[in-house]
């Protein structure tokens, strides 16, 4: 999703970092990695030495020809995807940055079999959870990400999810195809006057705060660190974790996956929400426990379940499967 988006808010992020010549690498830091994705770019050095090779790049993973675009030219990059780890700990070692998705983790090993030439780790998209930052940290290694390039792609992403799941859309169309016509079946219901509660108010729930509202849907929100200023602003109703569960009709997931969101859907969170509950997770799939999701599925105190994310494992392949296109098929619209 917006790959060419966010690969262009990367490239110029570390264009910005390995522009300047001669050959530019990262002084060791002090400061932990995690302050500087959101505050500041680090303090660059030149290496003695006109003569020095231009620092090189390895993209891991696909990224958008916008991307690519800014760093030719500036940096030496070699495209080489699907890596296996051990490929990646034998390769990083010759690299000064190295430029990921999702799919590729950096951990300590990384880190360590870069032999410190690795200075830069870029994340094309959002999220920092399969980078170890205190590892880059304690190797003088900067992460740098592209928080704000899928916002808006994101919050219209979620938006779809919602209404395809109100209306029934991919079930009806998987009946419709398997040569049925059941229209009583599938009628869903309307979005107006329904509660939606976002968990998470950042930048992508706020957008589809907005999005909502106009959909005529009346918004709440939980979120420890969202003002109720810039809640008001547009409408939204700032509430606790358990008044959000308990009032929504559509839940919308939009946090990121920490120790303290991991699995905060679990079977405590799902007791307290309302029989035919539907969620929408538009952020990682660890944030909620699956094994928990499929009793309340079974249950009927969740009627349908969409996602974005792929599920964190494989221990519920055949569930996982069901849920991506809601064909849960235990409460009816």
């Known amino acids: 999703m917006a790959i060419a988006d966010h690969s262009l808010c990367l490239g110029l992020r570390l264009r910005q970092i390995s522009s300047l010549s001669p050959r530019l690498f990262l002084a060791p830091s002090r400061l932990h990695a995690a302050p500087l994705l959101r505050h500041r770019l680090p ?31 500036e940096v030496d990059v070699e495209c080489s995807y699907n890596l296996s780890p051990s490929e990646l700990r ?35 998209g959002v999220g920092i959870d399969n980078v170890d930052l205190t590892a880059a940290t304690e190797h003088g290694c900067l ?48 979005l107006v006057g329904k509660t939606l509660a976002i968990l998470g108010f950042g930048k992508v729930g706020s957008e589809v705060a907005r999005r909502a509202k106009v959909l005529g849907m009346h918004v709440i929100a939980h979120d420890p660190y969202a003002t109720a200023d810039r809640a008001h602003a547009i409408g939204v109703e700032l509430v606790t974790f358990d ?12 946090m990121p996956l920490t120790p303290s969101t991991s699995k905060i859907l679990n079977d405590e969170a799902f007791a307290k929400m309302k029989n035919g509950v539907r969620i929408i997770n538009v952020a990682r799939g660890g944030v909620i426990d699956e094994e928990a999701l499929l009793r309340a599925l079974d249950s009927g105190v969740v009627s349908q379940r969409l996602r974005l994310e792929r599920t964190r494992s494989a221990k519920l392949p055949h569930y996982s499967e069901a849920i991506m296109v809601a064909q849960v098929e235990k409460v009816e619209a």
Do not use: C, Q
Request: avoid cysteine; proline fraction near 2%.
């Open 143 to 190: 992460v740098v990400n592209a928080p704000t390039a899928i916002t808006v792609a994101a919050a219209e992403h979620g938006i779809a999810l919602l209404t395809a799941m109100a209306r029934n859309i991919a079930r009806s169309d998987a009946s419709m195809k398997s040569g049925k016509w059941e229209r009583n079946k599938y009628v869903g219901v309307s």
């Open 90 to 124: 034998s390769k990083i070692a010759l690299y000064d940055a190295l430029i990921v998705r999702s799919g590729t983790k950096v951990g300590r090993d990384v880190f360590e079999s870069s032999g410190g030439r690795l200075r830069v780790v870029g994340r094309a």
């Open 43 to 73: 303090r660059l050095v030149a290496m003695a030495g006109g003569s020095d090779p231009k620092p090189r790049v390895l993209i891991a993973e696909k990224i958008g020809e916008a991307g690519m675009e800014l760093l030719k030219g």
């Open 243 to 254: 008044e959000a569960l308990a009032r929504a009709d559509f839940i919308s997931l939009h």
